[in-house]
């Protein structure tokens, strides 16, 4: 009779076997992890609807091959436990819209009717596909992380979006990581018959919360990194929660670049508890981590207070009058730089 851990075995050999299909399905490499992808759709908003988009295959004529380039990311935890959440969602993107042009948006804490708030809002509909236009990954959850990548930047640097897909962590609160790549240089011409396309692989997180030990940040960080490993180059951001010291050193020990530290060494960055509203001294929970790229500016985006005279208010905001924060959390943007070493001649 089979002991229990013949079982353990043989279920981890289904799942990489699992995962080995999926990635060659998908065309997207993918680590040797029990942690087994669950892949999504993108979606476009096209004749009043959002409906699924999958990339043109084919090559781009007039797209030349790219030695290097940038790209802004945008990261904000949006709060979901907050009321008024299309309102907050509605002042979180204005800020966005006013400070930069960002390529790619990367939400967590993402409410239904906040999700409902991002398909509605017409600049996103304009200009943004999008990881999710349902509430089919919510699940038991009452929030979720959001992907935003930019239509123009898709189109003016011949940007494929490959695949995306969500990881399960182990987690005490049911969290997963948001993954899907963009892929560069995939046109076929004279100048790149000796190259490959340029992978990027970019992960929204919101690890687990709260000071428990022990900590399950530290796996969770591991398996994101090891997706990272796998592609060749990447992004992890979102909200870190480094609550514990063993918190303190995961970036780092998984060969990842903490742009804020890379920057600005001498600048605490704190992005949460800043107004003082919380009981907690303030921190930097909400971090960009780069792996084979390199960060060429970043900062933080402030919150502004909204005026909620006649909406239905929590109980936090009517303590403290008829105003308040957006978000709990600052945002953060990131300006990633990355290049290729061109082939010597012959």
Same mark, same amino acid.
């Given at each position: 009779?089979?002991?229990?851990?013949?079982?353990?075995?043989?279920?981890?050999?289904?799942?990489?076997?699992?995962?080995?299909?999926?990635?060659?399905?998908?065309?997207?490499?993918?680590?040797?992890?029990?942690?087994?992808?669950?892949?999504?759709?993108?979606?476009?908003?096209?004749?009043?609807?959002?409906?699924?988009?999958?990339?043109?295959?084919?090559?781009?004529?007039?797209?030349?091959?790219?030695?290097?380039?940038?790209?802004?990311?945008?990261?904000?935890?949006?709060?979901?436990?907050?009321?008024?959440?299309?309102?907050?969602?509605?002042?979180?993107?204005?800020?966005?819209?006013?400070?930069?042009?960002?390529?790619?948006?990367?939400?967590?804490?993402?409410? +239904?009717?906040?999700?409902?708030?991002?398909?509605?809002?017409?600049?996103?509909?304009?200009?943004?596909?999008?990881?999710?236009?349902?509430?089919?990954?919510?699940?038991?959850?009452?929030?979720?992380?959001?992907?935003?990548?930019?239509?123009?930047?898709?189109?003016?640097?011949?940007?494929?979006?490959?695949?995306?897909?969500?990881?399960?962590?182990?987690? +005490?609160?049911? +969290?997963?990581?948001?993954?899907?790549?963009?892929?560069?240089?995939?046109?076929?011409?004279?100048?790149?018959?000796?190259?490959?396309?340029?992978?990027?692989?970019?992960?929204?997180?919101? !690890?687990?919360?709260?000071?428990?030990?022990?900590?399950?940040?530290?796996?969770?960080?591991?398996?994101?990194?090891?997706?990272?490993?796998?592609?060749? +180059?990447?992004?992890?951001?979102?909200?870190?929660?480094?609550?514990?010291?063993?918190?303190?050193?995961?970036?780092?020990?998984?060969?990842?670049?903490?742009?804020?530290?890379?920057?600005?060494?001498?600048?605490?960055?704190?992005?949460?508890?800043?107004?003082?509203?919380?009981?907690?001294?303030?921190?930097?929970?909400?971090?960009?981590?780069?792996?084979? !790229?390199?960060? !060429?500016?970043?900062?933080?985006?402030?919150?502004?207070?909204?005026?909620?005279?006649?909406?239905?208010?929590?109980?936090?905001?009517?303590?403290?009058?008829?105003?308040?924060?957006?978000?709990?959390?600052?945002?953060?943007?990131?300006?990633?730089?990355?290049?290729?070493?061109?082939?010597?001649?012959?």
């Amino acid at each position: 009779m089979p002991s229990r851990e013949d079982h353990k075995f043989n279920f981890a050999m289904l799942s990489q076997m699992r995962t080995h299909i999926k990635a060659w399905w998908q065309q997207t490499p993918l680590p040797t992890t029990t942690a087994s992808p669950s892949f999504q759709k993108w979606y476009k908003f096209d004749q009043e609807r959002w409906i699924p988009f999958v990339s043109d295959q084919t090559c781009q004529p007039g797209i030349r091959h790219q030695w290097a380039g940038s790209f802004r990311l945008v990261s904000w935890n949006a709060n979901a436990d907050a009321s008024s959440p299309k309102s907050r969602m509605s002042a979180l993107l204005q800020v966005i819209k006013t400070t930069g042009a960002a390529d790619v948006i990367f939400l967590q804490e993402v409410s +239904r009717e906040a999700l409902a708030a991002l398909l509605e809002d017409s600049w996103v509909q304009q200009n943004w596909y999008k990881s999710d236009a349902n509430a089919s990954a919510f699940g038991n959850q009452k929030f979720i992380s959001i992907t935003l990548v930019s239509k123009v930047w898709v189109a003016t640097d011949g940007i494929l979006l490959g695949a995306i897909w969500r990881i399960s962590l182990p987690s +005490r609160f049911g +969290r997963d990581a948001l993954c899907c790549d963009l892929i560069l240089n995939t046109s076929s011409n004279k100048h790149t018959s000796s190259t490959s396309p340029l992978r990027i692989r970019l992960t929204n997180v919101h !690890l687990d919360s709260l000071p428990i030990n022990p900590s399950l940040r530290p796996h969770q960080l591991s398996i994101c990194a090891s997706y990272l490993g796998a592609a060749g +180059r990447g992004i992890i951001a979102g909200d870190f929660n480094p609550l514990l010291p063993e918190d303190d050193d995961i970036v780092r020990t998984n060969n990842l670049t903490d742009a804020w530290e890379h920057l600005h060494p001498n600048s605490p960055g704190h992005t949460w508890g800043v107004y003082g509203e919380q009981s907690f001294p303030p921190n930097r929970l909400d971090k960009v981590a780069l792996f084979n !790229l390199c960060p !060429l500016g970043m900062g933080i985006l402030q919150t502004s207070e909204l005026d909620f005279c006649g909406e239905a208010m929590s109980v936090d905001i009517t303590e403290s009058g008829s105003k308040a924060h957006f978000s709990d959390h600052l945002g953060l943007w990131c300006d990633v730089g990355w290049a290729e070493d061109r082939p010597q001649p012959q």
